[in-house]
């Protein structure tokens, strides 16, 4: 019976160390999560937008939990528009990135009247708006 018990102890982690491994491996294989934001803008609008958004690009800096942001620009197409593409280690670091993007603008607006202001400012120079959250195929990546 002891011998069992022994060769049962000894033979447990040796079955767990490949589940291990597969978890790892399905975990790696999920890659980044990326959230893509477009924004419609008139023509005229657009340097106003992203003079905006500069202003306050030390907010996305100092956030630890976006990995990498892109902004581009408009350059042919029907419509003009801003797209945003910000690139996120997992799924669940979206909303602490919000979190602390939040966290972040308070800081550097500290009067409530003026976040407003450069909220509805914003608001203006946007006509319409789409958000999509994907997830990186690593099977395909360059």
């Known amino acids: ?81 801003i797209v945003i593409i910000s690139e996120y280690a997992k799924f669940e670091d979206i909303a602490a990135a919000q979190a602390k993007q939040s966290e972040l603008y308070k800081k550097k607006y500290t009067s409530e009247s003026r976040r407003k202001a450069r909220n509805k400012k914003q608001g203006a120079l946007v006509h319409g708006h789409t958000d999509a959250i994907v997830q990186e195929n690593p099977k395909f990546t360059k």
């Open 1 to 81: 019976m002891l011998v069992k018990r022994l060769m049962l102890l000894i033979a447990l982690p040796l079955f767990a160390i490949p589940v291990a491994l597969l978890a790892q491996e399905d975990e790696e294989e999920k890659g980044h999560v990326w959230s893509i934001s477009t924004y419609k803008v008139k023509f005229g609008d657009m340097e106003d937008l992203l003079e905006m958004w500069e202003e306050d690009q030390e907010i996305v800096t100092e956030n630890e939990f976006v990995l990498s942001s892109r902004v581009l620009t408009h350059l042919w197409g029907p419509d003009w528009s």
